[in-house]
């Protein structure tokens, strides 16, 4: 048996099987929308490696654009849909600036991809006010003088927004554990920290003791 001829892997694909493919591959146009493989018995969709279509549904509205697979959330919302509030500074999942919700949960936008946010409820910074009146998140942060630069800012208000709606009371131990994903070089953390408190109290106003330092 040639060198050509050896089975790769035991798998029964030798690598001249696999040269030809590769080949086929290569001289394959990229082609919008995905294809359809069998993987393990079942059909799995696989997209690449040109653009496809997606369809988001962003802050209550359905969108849509064409990205290659490779692109991230945060580079749709920015480059794709114009919305800008979330914003790419580590672009590593560390400092927070890109948090959107998803589902209800806060997440770096950074580190999903685009076509595997299809079907899902997202949330950005632009959707959080109701016409022309500010959330109570928002609000409490102009109050308390929460930003300084402003550009870790649309982060912190939806990573605050996304922890009181599921912590509608919180200790300020509780808030400071609670927004550790987020980090801001101005050091504004005792301004967000109450503004949480102050939001907290206007959403649930029969909370006792309203604004809490921590």
């Given at each position: 048996?040639s060198?050509?001829?050896?089975?790769?892997?035991?798998?029964?694909?030798s690598?001249r099987?696999f040269?030809?493919?590769?080949?086929?591959s290569l001289?394959?146009?990229?082609?919008?929308?995905h294809?359809?493989?069998?993987a393990?018995?079942?059909?799995v969709?696989?997209?690449?490696?040109?653009?496809a279509?997606i369809e988001?549904m962003?802050?209550?509205?359905?969108?849509?654009?064409?990205?290659e697979p490779r692109?991230?959330?945060?580079e749709a919302l920015?480059?794709?849909?114009?919305i800008?509030?979330?914003?790419?500074?580590c672009?590593?999942?560390?400092?927070?600036?890109?948090?959107?919700?998803?589902?209800?949960?806060?997440?770096y936008?950074?580190?999903?991809?685009?076509?595997?946010?299809q079907?899902?409820?997202?949330?950005?910074?632009e959707?959080?006010?109701t016409?022309d009146?500010?959330?109570p998140?928002?609000?409490?942060?102009v109050?308390?003088?929460?930003?300084?630069?402003?550009?870790c800012t649309?982060?912190?208000?939806?990573?605050?927004?996304?922890f009181l709606?599921?912590?509608?009371?919180?200790t300020?131990?509780?808030v400071?554990?609670g927004?550790?994903?987020?980090l801001?070089r101005c050091?504004?953390?005792m301004?967000?920290?109450?503004a949480?408190?102050q939001?907290?109290s206007?959403?649930?106003p029969?909370?006792k003791?309203?604004?809490r330092?921590?």
């Amino acid at each position: 048996m040639s060198d050509d001829d050896e089975k790769v892997g035991g798998s029964g694909f030798s690598r001249r099987d696999f040269l030809k493919v590769g080949g086929i591959s290569l001289a394959t146009p990229l082609v919008l929308g995905h294809r359809v493989v069998k993987a393990a018995g079942a059909d799995v969709k696989v997209f690449g490696p040109g653009k496809a279509p997606i369809e988001l549904m962003i802050n209550g509205k359905k969108m849509t654009a064409s990205v290659e697979p490779r692109v991230t959330l945060l580079e749709a919302l920015r480059h794709e849909l114009d919305i800008t509030g979330a914003k790419r500074v580590c672009d590593r999942a560390t400092c927070g600036a890109c948090t959107v919700i998803v589902d209800g949960n806060p997440v770096y936008s950074c580190t999903v991809l685009a076509i595997e946010a299809q079907g899902k409820t997202i949330t950005t910074v632009e959707g959080l006010m109701t016409g022309d009146k500010l959330h109570p998140v928002q609000q409490a942060f102009v109050d308390n003088d929460a930003q300084q630069c402003g550009f870790c800012t649309p982060g912190f208000v939806v990573a605050c927004k996304a922890f009181l709606d599921k912590n509608p009371n919180p200790t300020p131990e509780q808030v400071k554990r609670g927004l550790g994903g987020n980090l801001c070089r101005c050091g504004t953390y005792m301004g967000v920290r109450a503004a949480v408190q102050q939001a907290a109290s206007v959403q649930n106003p029969e909370q006792k003791g309203g604004r809490r330092n921590g």
